[in-house]
């Protein structure tokens, strides 16, 4: 898929320079931009993960907590086969099945919270790269910034043909008898 939009790119900016007189006379700027890379090594990105590690590191260790108590009461269980009343052993399993209802909710609560935490940052961090990428690109007098994953990210005015595209397209309309 990277490579078919890649290449509808390429294919683009093909008939950019090569398709109008008025583009081809003057030189166009163009860039690529690699937002995964942008996204792994931007230094907000790495605040981002902090922000989220430090928001979610006090449930992750309750979590640690519960199974280590899960454990232990499955070690005592176990180990106390021989030993243990009727009584005692069924109130350590009944424990066990309590402590792991909600073990698998707190796991489950976390990884949906984590899930959708994760998401709104990565939607901010995205957001963030989108706009300070077009500003580069305006500061910079690109015409054209093309991303591997997301297409064109940013076209000027200069290059952009979607007018004379519309007067064809009203043209053979027209032509074809559609202004009745």
Do not use: H
């Amino acid at each position: 898929m990277k490579a078919y939009r890649l290449g509808l790119c390429l294919a683009l900016l093909a008939v950019l320079l090569f398709g109008t007189s008025s583009v081809w006379a003057q030189s166009i700027k163009v860039g690529v931009v690699n937002f995964a890379r942008l996204l792994e090594e931007a230094p907000q990105s790495q605040a981002s993960q902090r922000v989220l590690t430090e928001e979610f590191s006090p449930r992750e260790r309750d979590i640690r907590g519960q199974e280590q108590q899960l454990k232990q009461i499955e070690e005592r269980l176990s180990q106390g086969e021989g030993f243990m009343g009727e009584e005692e052993r069924q109130q350590l399993e009944r424990d066990a099945r309590d402590l792991q209802r909600e073990l698998n909710r707190s796991k489950s609560e976390f990884n949906e919270d984590l899930s959708l935490r994760r998401n709104e940052e990565l939607g901010k961090l995205q957001r963030m790269l989108i706009g300070e990428v077009q500003g580069y690109a305006r500061d910079q007098n690109y015409d054209i910034l093309i991303s591997e994953a997301a297409g064109v990210v940013y076209a000027s005015t200069a290059v952009d043909i979607t007018d004379s595209i519309l007067e064809v397209l009203k043209s053979r309309y027209a032509a074809q008898g559609g202004g009745n």
